[in-house]
């Protein structure tokens, strides 16, 4: 790793701080890396930044071309969005927290998901408040971890990638909320297989 291959001068410049010598590095770059330069890039709306080695007489266009390769692709973020949904369902126990089906709606089924999109899911549901409970505390968990590897990939920090909701056979039968998604003729929600489940 260049931070810790590379000689820590911070005894020469400030010899009364080379008791800190084990925590804080002072790195010549360009005499470590043959006269590269670091350069780092910051956006402060999405609290980010990235670092690298470049030429100092490298121009901006350049700069911002080398940072776009950081970028995972617009079709990655509903790619790995679409696998995230398929390993929950595969997952999930219907038995244990009495779901009928597991469906994919919103942005991620229609491989349109952004950066900041959440993960819409839409669950026929047919147990007790009990199981839902333990449902719903079941998916958070799920929620959170992705949402901080969102926040790794992406920079784009929200409290939870889920947007679960709940459908009972009543809002099947009369047609309400989400539930019109199921079977729908424009857009109609995508069944993803759960656990002992077939498709």
């Known amino acids: 790793m260049f931070f810790r291959r590379s000689r820590n001068v911070l005894e020469e410049l400030l010899p009364e701080f080379a008791h800190l010598s084990e925590t804080?590095?002072?790195?010549?770059?360009?005499?470590?890396?043959?006269?590269?330069?670091?350069?780092?890039l910051m956006n402060a709306d999405l609290d980010q930044a990235v670092g690298f080695l470049s030429s100092p007489k490298q121009k901006a266009g350049a700069i911002e071309s080398e940072a776009e390769v950081i970028d995972r692709g617009a079709n990655e973020h509903w790619r790995w969005r679409?696998?995230?949904?398929?390993?929950?369902?595969?997952?999930?126990?219907?038995?244990?927290?009495?779901?009928?089906?597991?469906?994919l709606?919103?942005?991620?089924?229609?491989?349109?998901?952004?950066?900041?999109?959440?993960?819409?899911?839409?669950?026929?549901?047919?147990?007790?408040?009990?199981?839902?409970?333990?449902l719903i505390l079941w998916l958070d968990g799920w929620s959170?971890?992705?949402?901080?590897?969102?926040?790794?990939?992406?920079?784009?920090?929200t409290d939870?990638?889920?947007?679960?909701?709940?459908?009972?056979?009543?809002?099947?039968?009369?047609?309400?909320?989400?539930?019109?998604?199921?079977?729908?003729?424009?857009?109609?929600?995508?069944k993803l297989p759960m656990k002992d489940s077939q498709a």
């Open 24 to 40: 804080l590095r002072v790195i010549d770059v360009p005499l470590e890396t043959g006269g590269l330069i670091l350069r780092v």
């Open 82 to 103: 679409f696998r995230m949904a398929q390993k929950i369902a595969a997952e999930l126990d219907p038995q244990k927290f009495g779901v009928n089906a597991f469906y």
């Open 105 to 134: 709606i919103g942005s991620t089924k229609n491989a349109t998901a952004g950066p900041a999109s959440d993960i819409d899911i839409l669950l026929h549901v047919q147990g007790n408040e009990e199981q839902r409970k333990e």
């Open 144 to 157: 959170r971890c992705l949402a901080e590897i969102n926040f790794l990939r992406t920079g784009y920090r």
């Open 160 to 190: 939870g990638l889920l947007d679960v909701h709940l459908v009972t056979d009543t809002d099947i039968a009369e047609r309400s909320s989400f539930a019109v998604k199921i079977d729908a003729v424009t857009d109609p929600a995508r």
